[in-house]
Every structure is written in structure tokens, then in C-alpha cells.
């Protein structure tokens, strides 16, 4: 996992084209809905994330959005 800077708060991966910094809430939701097998549209939709930026971080942690 690239990981640029590390805070309170969340942190920023090095993923290409990284703009906003993903709470540490926002990264348990998020695990938590690949852990649930919901498709990268829903999980984008819960957390009002472009699918791009969620498919990224996805990779960044090492999530496999398409695991059944």
C-alpha cells in the first residue's frame, strides 16, 4: 500500500490523480461494502466517491472489488 502522508483524520494515497483525502471512517465503509460484495457503482454512491477514486483507493488497500 503507497501511502504519502498519514494523519488523525485519514490519509491520501499516491494513486494517481488523488485529490481528496479519505476519512479513516470512509475506509472502514469502505472495506466494510467490499467485505458486503457490493458493486463499485453502489459503494461509489454510498460515499459520494467517483467509481474511479474508489477502484483506486480499493487497489491502493488491497481490496479486490470483484471477489464473489
Do not use: C, D, F
Amino acid at each position: 500500500m503507497a501511502i504519502s502522508s498519514i494523519s488523525g483524520t485519514g490519509y491520501t494515497s499516491s494513486s494517481a490523480n488523488s485529490q481528496t483525502t479519505w476519512t479513516n471512517q470512509q475506509l472502514a465503509q469502505l472495506q466494510t461494502y467490499v467485505k458486503q460484495h457490493l458493486s463499485v457503482n453502489e459503494i461509489a454512491h454510498k460515499l459520494n466517491r467517483p467509481v474511479s477514486a474508489v477502484r483506486a483507493e480499493a487497489a491502493a488497500l488491497g481490496l479486490n472489488l470483484n471477489s464473489k
